[in-house]
């Protein structure tokens, strides 16, 4: 058994059942979202560098690793995307591997992300 299947097990044998946590969901408005973020075409221009993972233990309490939600209720942020830089609370590069992914500049938002 693996080190992750044994958490699993460990959270389930624990009572736990709704394990959420770094949880996004894209909403349509700005006025829905918790956080505006701007897409930026280079690493350099990036406040937090994001890994999108569809495991959610593996985005648990993590700003940087973004695991995307159906629903609203399941989200523990919710994120719009703007048009432009200057409309944004936070700038995101989008990385391919995990070890990539990290906040590049202290910001007010570090921790807007989790629980």
């Known amino acids: 058994m693996n080190r992750l299947s044994f958490f699993v097990l460990v959270l389930l044998l ?3 059942k709704n394990l959420q946590a770094g949880n996004i969901y894209k909403v349509d408005y700005p006025n829905q979202a918790d956080v505006k ?3 930026v ?4 221009q990036a406040d937090l560098l994001v890994y999108v993972t569809n495991q959610i233990l593996v985005a648990k309490d993590k700003d ?3 695991h995307y939600v159906k629903y609203p209720n399941q989200s523990d942020i919710k ?3 703007v048009d432009y830089p200057n409309q944004a609370e936070v700038k995101v590069y989008f990385v391919e591997f995990v070890n990539q992914a990290r906040w590049r500049i202290e910001s007010k938002n570090m921790g807007r992300f989790k629980l």
């Open 14 to 16: 624990s009572g736990i």
């Open 37 to 39: 973020v701007f897409i």
């Open 41 to 44: 075409e280079y690493p350099n």
């Open 64 to 66: 940087e690793i973004w």
């Open 79 to 81: 994120v719009y995307f």
